[in-house]
């Protein structure tokens, strides 16, 4: 499969050219912005934000998915080891040296921003987060970094991990709740760990799966202890975004103090996992910006506003 992906960068590339020759300086600006919404840093800022201020049931649920997404799609770009588009055949306008195949912009934002498109009862709501799924795409074919079967890749791995998700979800989590605290730690933890294995040395990937180790463990302890409910009066919502900056400074404060290597690495972005899924949403219900949920078990619905 890989050398017929690689036949078709001629192709690619004379999509790219005819997508190019519409280049002008606030269309090159307006799709900078767009394709940032699928950068990493884009979407460990949206995802939290989903989650601490807007609507917890959904952003607990972007968090898993994206996190795996992001681990799935790193793996299948060092599988494949495809080029991205030569910067002497078309205009490259970011500067990335990973592999090309699938574009990770494309499958990341389609299976976090998916889900909730899938979740939101609202037709216009729908529309508008697809719409802009296929202006993520668009944008990374314009400014010269995927070339087309890279952006398509992404969307259709993204409908499958989408569709896995959906499918199995409704029915594993009520079997994980009434398991014991700690299988349920265990098994929040552990699983993510089998993402390493195609990937075991690439410090991306580690970050990944380090992260959702401890994402997952967190919401763990959110089910047991804390609950937590991302309604609220809009003052108090707009205060829990500075838990970014709690996040950041952790962040921060781990690097200066745990060792460089696997281990370091993983317990960094393990404890980072935490932190945005329980420690973080912990200190908002302590300051009072914040409710937690009294029911037994996760929330099935929760209407954000």
């Known amino acids: 499969m890989g050398q017929w992906l690689a036949s078709l960068a001629p192709w690619g590339l004379d999509v790219i050219r005819t997508i190019q020759t519409l280049e002008m300086g606030w269309l090159t600006s307006f799709f900078k912005v767009i394709t940032f919404i699928g950068d990493k840093e884009g979407y460990l800022l949206l995802f939290p934000l989903m989650y601490w201020c807007i609507h917890a049931d959904w952003g607990r649920r972007m968090g898993i998915i994206g996190l795996t997404s992001l681990s799935i799609n790193t793996m299948v770009k060092l599988w494949f080891a495809i080029p991205r588009p030569s ?7 970011v500067d990335i040296h990973s592999p090309s195949f699938p574009s990770g912009h494309a499958q990341g934002t389609s299976s976090t921003w998916g889900y909730v498109a899938w979740a939101w009862r609202s037709w216009k709501g729908r529309i508008a987060l697809v719409s802009l799924l296929l202006l993520v795409g668009l944008s990374r074919l314009y400014l010269g970094v995927h070339y087309p079967q890279d952006v398509l890749g992404g969307w259709l791995i993204s409908l499958v991990i989408l569709g896995l998700f959906i499918g199995l979800e409704a029915k594993v989590t009520p079997l994980l709740l009434q398991m014991p605290l700690w299988i349920q730690s265990l098994l929040a933890f552990g ?4 993402l390493l294995a195609g990937a075991h040395s690439d410090k991306t990937n580690i970050t990944i799966v380090a992260a959702l180790s401890g994402y997952n463990l967190g ?3 959110d089910n047991r202890w804390l ?5 609220g ?8 975004a500075l838990g ?9 404060g781990l690097k200066k103090v745990l060792p460089g290597g696997f281990v370091g690495r993983f317990v960094r972005y393990a404890l980072v996992g935490i932190s945005i899924s329980y420690a973080v949403p912990w200190l908002f219900v302590r300051l009072g910006w914040a409710e937690s949920q009294t029911s037994q ?8 506003g």
């Open 244 to 252: 970014l900056l709690v996040v950041g400074l952790l962040w921060l």
């Open 219 to 221: 919401l763990v302890f």
């Open 233 to 240: 009066a809009w003052g108090h919502r707009l205060l829990r």
């Open 87 to 93: 910067p002497t055949a078309v205009k490259v306008m």
């Open 297 to 304: 078990q996760l929330p099935t619905q929760e209407v954000a």
């Open 227 to 231: 609950k937590y409910r991302s309604q």
């Open 191 to 194: 699983l993510p760990l089998i």
